[in-house]
């Protein structure tokens, strides 16, 4: 059986939720096929300590400002959880799970979105899909001899988890500067942080709201012709949020360089000396998690596609959102995400109103 709608977004996570906003304003007949059981996307995966670089209400998607959380200026993970799960009821989003898309082919004038539990013809697809789901681990040498454990940041929870050991974070973003931050306050630990180049500490009164700013503008300045501001690139590489500000100000976050290899008991650097470590863990980012979209043939370098603003270039009736800026500024945050996927649902509509939807049957039915 095959569901007929205009439009298919894949993911149900922030970027879903905000395209899924814009498609029901322009009266759009759609789905959000979420693979994860519950509401909240890839924010109910991550560490216990995890907190928001902005507060609340500039951390909300379109149309429903985030409440702010009793108690804490930055909200943690879990309060995200609870204002999706409440954004997706508060708008009556049509969000089926746990569905997980398989691929996207195209059929003629439609796109099929084959899944476990079914296939959908659409005549645009959403993909919003984001990076969590698809860790990056360097090819350092020695990583299938090391006898300990190795993790992703999206295996990481608490430091209670790492109780007596020596463990090894590797990872000069933000990432690896909250979890070594999070680990070294912890009594019977001994970290060991690594970093491809010297931490770039942004100023402590810079948060979210600033990296929203500068990555709007540079995307202005690109647009218009004139200079690369540089972005949060020039600002630096880690928020001083409360936790991280802390350990540093008390000199438990003094970073190594990174080293060549592992050996079997630890790693090694370049000029021989070495580090006994039980753990390694890899705070070393992520790649867009675009696989379901292989069949179109639109894959570029670094797992990128090539788009303008959201579009496909290869494909006009695919819109990428909320795997980084190329996909729009700052679309892989909460308070950045809305204004491409506005854009996204109105090149949708523009698109669907030009190729007027053929009258063989309802919309939004198994056929």
Known sequence: MTGMVDVVVIGGGQAGLAAGYHLRRKKLDFVILDAQEEPGGAWQHTWDSLHLFSPAAFSSLPGRLMPAQPGEEYPDAGHVVEYLADYEQRYGLPVHRPVRVRTVRRDGERLRVETGTGDWSARAVVSATGTWWRPFLPAVPGREVFTGRQIHTTGYRSPSDFAGQRVVVVGGGNSGAQIAADLA????????????????????????RALFDAATARRRALDEGRTDTGGVASLGDIVAVPPVRAARDAGLLKAQ????????????????????????????GFRPALS????LGLRATRGHIATDNTRAVGEPRL???????WTGPASATLIGVGRPARDAAEDIARLLTARPRPQTGAASTWA
């Open 292 to 295: 379901h979209l292989a069949p």
């Open 319 to 325: 819109h990428l959102l909320g795997y980084g800026d």
């Open 185 to 208: 306050t912890h009594d019977g630990i001994d970290l060991t942080w690594v970093t491809q180049r010297p931490p770039r500490f942004l100023a402590d009164d810079i948060d979210g």
């Open 257 to 284: 360089p990174m080293f060549e290899r592992l050996v079997a008991d630890g790693i090694q650097w370049r000029d021989g000396t070495s580090a006994l470590a039980d753990t390694v863990i890899w705070c070393t």
